[in-house]
């Protein structure tokens, strides 16, 4: 169920599309409307979530500290992954950020006769994982072509290298191939791994076949199905003039294509997804660990939570203190004579 | 003494169908409920014990009870959901941290095999995942539009009693060793999510006894042992005599609660009470004596441990109050820190933020070397690996490193000084200083990577033995490894929880293999003026040479 049920609820977003496609007033819809719409909440999603987390103050400084820290001036530090200086956290964070660094540290624990526990490297999360991420970049950054006239440098030269093999017409960009190949894995990953696939929540699956759906629709779109491209280019980019039309026969795939793209920005900041905005905010990577030598503030640390006084203390152990020559703020009281030699005597 | 024998539960880790040995479960992890049966929870918090916590911390700790975690019914209070979700609520409003490790968690499975407990359970629910999941099923469904319109499809499911068990459960089986978030890509740090899951816990009066105890006893007493002023002093002069029967040397140093000393040295308190740390003790004594310290020790602040930190962020700040206060009133120019692991967590990451900025105190320096410690200069307090490191470096010290020659070392990372403060080589160069035969751990289980003692955060209590040991296995197969390969018979660490817990890991799984405090190792090497010709070290085991 955990599986199927998204790619149900995916399936019926591709119905969907298609039937909006043929219905007078769909294509409109689809096309001009949705996407607005879509990239409304997409924006509004996230900034109202990033606004939701650092609406909560950031109490304690804590830093996981994955490396030596600042000390003695003859002890090296680890000046990465474990930052004294923001300087340092900033460098930290692009490792993290652009390189997946923690990831990379990735191991596979295995149980051997013995008993004997063994570590091995286990670097194909982490390879696909950036895999999957760097050309979903790309993909984007080349649709920028379609929102803009004249078609900016950067975007042709990205056009440019993703082609370079220069197979086939229209040229075949590798990023497509290694994009959904890298999906195939995080999937299959998912379903043959025990207790990958054991955590695995409907929320894990739905977003996979949802960008497989846009990632396959976009390749159908390119290079097997035909849609007028000239027609496509000028809905975007009115869409980004706020000028949109839709003109001639563009293609039902197309309109899917534009309504899964739709229901991924809509689901976005309601989603897991977040974690590219929460990769920032994390308290454990993006602080500094300068917690003995700058004083962090909480803002509500309560002051009238006061420790149990010495004075209490002394007031309970006095006696078994003056006894045992342990200083005392305040001396026993003086007994009075008649008692003292009263105990004398016994 | 572990329920079952070394031998069973070799094969069992090994053989028991589990997620660590390529079983798959049979049922979802919603459906499987957790079952408190003797040896796998942890003995609830006495009434009385809940009862003096809540005179000075009213409402943290629930209304105090007798309880039965075996049982149906835990007398919780009738609005018990409603303490928990508004809990929640007041806890996300508190701490970001909270809010992002609820909200970014994508499943990737990184951390999954991290953590020592399902390492040695091979449990899933001790994947920090799922442990995570547990609280962030019910933040979905009451906190997330996601759970409120979709409920299970987004992952989301209702507070229940079950849920309940399961957080009692789960929540400690998590020692907050962070070594997963060391792993996560996003950072989230299960420590982080174990002690908002134990606050909420504490809010319906779930708690355990051997944690809050220890709390009340600190509160009072100054340490968690109980032991009245009068008790402490005797304890830690009695080790004068053994000082003096190992080394020849009567010292004079020692002393309580004096006003004016330059110095005070705070560190757990067990290092007075129980071998070995009793020896690291004496060798921290050693080493003051050998380079004339002018320091104290408070009988009213005499626990460096903070046994708050496995409760309630009210209960760590007010323990560790003391320390300051007591600072304070004994006008001494900074702070000295023994070998305690959660100790210096909260030292370090918490203890100036909370109870600071500790202005009537001076940035620590090195009376003899003069080195400034520039990395606490608002904190003030000075880690002993840190001063004896620079002591070394300085060449301050009168060694003989051949009297260790009679062991071969190994080093234990505690999780926190680790991954909480990043106290790596400092102890790593005392001992290549005092010792000739040191040798690392697999690199897999040492430094950021390594594996905690597996009954930290207030679970090294004896009903529980089993899962301590399962717990530890990581750890204990890694000194297994160095025993193995070097003849390593000693594993050294910087943490009094250490010093108890790997004592009785070792004796279950590498009974070949003791334990000791780093300072120990010192005390050892240590020349001391006036001196006699050594036989034994601190233990009085025959030194390399003098079996005879």
Not at chain 2, 129 to 143: G, H, I, T
Not at chain 2, 316 to 332: I, P, S, T
């Amino acid at each position: 169920m955990r599986i199927i049920n998204p790619l149900i609820a995916v399936l019926v977003l591709v119905v969907v599309a298609l039937v909006a496609a043929q219905v007078p007033g769909g294509q409109a819809l689809v096309g001009i409307i949705l996407p607005y719409l879509a990239f409304a909440v997409f924006l509004g999603g996230v900034v109202y979530r990033v606004v939701y987390w650092a609406s909560s103050p950031v109490p304690f400084r804590i830093p996981t500290t994955c490396g030596q820290a600042n000390s003695l001036p003859w002890i090296k530090q680890n000046k990465l992954d474990c930052p004294s200086t923001k300087a340092g956290v900033i460098g930290r964070m692009l490792l993290e950020v652009f390189l997946f660094r923690s990831l990379f540290r990735n191991t596979k624990a295995e149980m051997h006769e013995g008993p004997k526990l063994v570590y091995g490297s286990s670097k194909f999360l982490w390879l696909f994982a950036i895999l999957f991420h760097y050309c979903f970049l790309v993909i984007v950054l080349r649709h920028m072509r379609l929102f803009m006239d004249p078609i900016p440098a950067f975007v042709a030269a990205l056009e440019f290298g993703d082609g370079f093999m220069q197979i086939g017409t229209p040229v075949f960009y590798q990023t497509d191939a290694i994009f959904l190949g890298a999906l195939a894995f995080l999937f299959l990953r998912r379903i043959t791994l025990t207790n990958i696939r054991y955590i695995s929540l409907p929320a894990d699956y739905f977003p996979l076949f949802l960008i497989m759906g846009i990632g396959i629709t976009g390749i159908l779109m390119r290079y097997f199905l035909r849609v007028d491209v000239v027609a496509i280019k000028q809905l975007a980019l009115g869409l980004a003039t706020l000028s949109p039309t839709i003109t001639g026969q563009i293609g039902a795939i197309f309109f899917v294509h534009v309504f899964l793209v739709c229901a991924l920005l809509i689901y976005f900041p309601f989603s897991k997804l977040m974690h590219m905005a929460g990769v920032f905010m994390s308290p454990t990577r993006n602080m500094i660990n300068n917690n003995r030598m700058v004083r962090h503030i909480n803002p509500w640390n309560d002051p009238k939570i006061k420790p149990h006084s010495y004075a209490s203390y002394e007031d309970e152990f006095r006696e078994f203190m003056v006894g045992a020559d342990i200083p005392v703020e305040k001396e026993l009281p003086a007994q009075p004579a008649g008692e003292e030699a009263a105990k004398a005597a016994e | 003494m572990a329920d079952t024998k070394v031998a069973q539960m070799k094969e069992k880790v090994v053989k028991e169908p589990s997620l660590m040995t390529g079983a798959v479960p049979a049922k979802d992890w919603w459906d499987v409920e957790a079952v408190f049966k003797p040896g796998n929870y942890c003995y609830p918090a006495k009434k009385s014990i809940v009862e003096y916590h809540n005179k000075s911390l009213p409402g943290i700790f629930g209304v105090p009870r007798e309880w039965d975690p075996e049982s149906d019914d835990w007398h919780l209070p009738e609005n018990w959901k409603e303490i928990i979700l508004n809990g929640l609520k007041e806890r996300l409003d508190k701490f970001r941290s909270l809010k992002i490790f609820m909200d970014c968690c994508v499943r990737c499975g990184a951390c999954a095999d991290k953590c020592h407990f399902f390492l040695g359970t091979g449990d899933p629910k001790n994947m920090p995942v799922l442990r995570a999941e547990l609280l962030r099923s019910v933040y979905r469904n009451d906190f997330t539009l996601a759970g409120k319109l979709l409920g299970q499809m987004a992952g989301a499911r209702p507070m229940t009693f079950k849920v309940l068990k399961e957080w009692f459960m789960y929540f400690y089986q998590c020692t907050e060793c962070r070594r997963c978030s060391v792993f996560c890509p996003y950072g989230i740090d299960t420590a982080e999510v174990t002690m908002m899951a134990r606050e909420l816990l504490h809010l319906v009066g779930v708690g355990t006894n051997w944690i809050l105890e220890p709390a009340a006893n600190s509160n009072r007493t100054g340490n968690h042992l109980g032991l009245q002023p009068h008790t402490f002093k005797e304890n830690a002069e009695f080790l004068l005599d053994d000082i003096e029967e190992a080394t020849g040397v009567r010292l004079q140093n020692l002393n309580f609660n004096r006003k004016g000393a330059e110095v005070l040295f705070i560190f757990p308190s067990a290092d007075v009470f129980a071998e070995p740390g009793i020896f690291t003790f004496m060798g921290y004594l050693l080493l003051f004596e050998h380079i004339g310290l002018d320091y104290t020790i408070s009988t009213y602040t005499s626990e460096g441990g903070n046994f708050g930190l496995f409760t309630h962020n009210s209960l760590m700040k007010k323990l560790n109050a003391k320390m300051y206060a007591e600072a304070d009133r004994l006008g001494v120019k900074w702070i000295l820190g023994g070998e305690c692991g959660h100790m210096w967590r909260v030292l370090h990451q918490y203890m100036d933020t909370m109870n600071g900025p500790a202005n009537f105190l001076e940035v620590p320096k090195s009376p003899i070397t003069g080195t400034v410690f520039a990395n606490a200069a608002s904190t003030k307090m000075v880690h002993i690996s840190e001063f004896t490191a620079d002591l070394l470096h300085h060449n301050k010290l009168k060694l003989d490193p051949s009297r260790n020659d009679h062991r071969t070392v190994t080093y234990h990372d505690s999780c926190n000084t680790a991954r909480g403060m990043g106290l790596l080589e400092e102890p790593r160069h005392i001992l290549k200083s005092v010792c000739n035969n040191f040798h690392e751990m697999p690199e897999n289980t040492i430094r950021e990577n390594t594996f905690c003692c597996g009954s930290g955060t207030g679970l090294n209590t004896g009903e529980i033995m089993d899962l301590r040991m399962r717990g530890g296995l990581p750890r204990a197969n890694a000194v297994r490894h160095v025993a193995d390969k070097h003849g390593v018979n000693m594993l050294s660490c910087v943490c009094a929880i250490d010093r108890a817990t790997l004592l009785a890991l070792n004796q279950y799984w590498n009974p070949d293999v003791e334990v000791c405090g780093v300072s120990e190792l010192v005390g050892n090497a240590l020349i001391m003026e006036g001196e006699k010709e050594r036989e034994t070290d601190l233990r009085f085991t025959p030194l390399a040479g003098m079996e005879g």
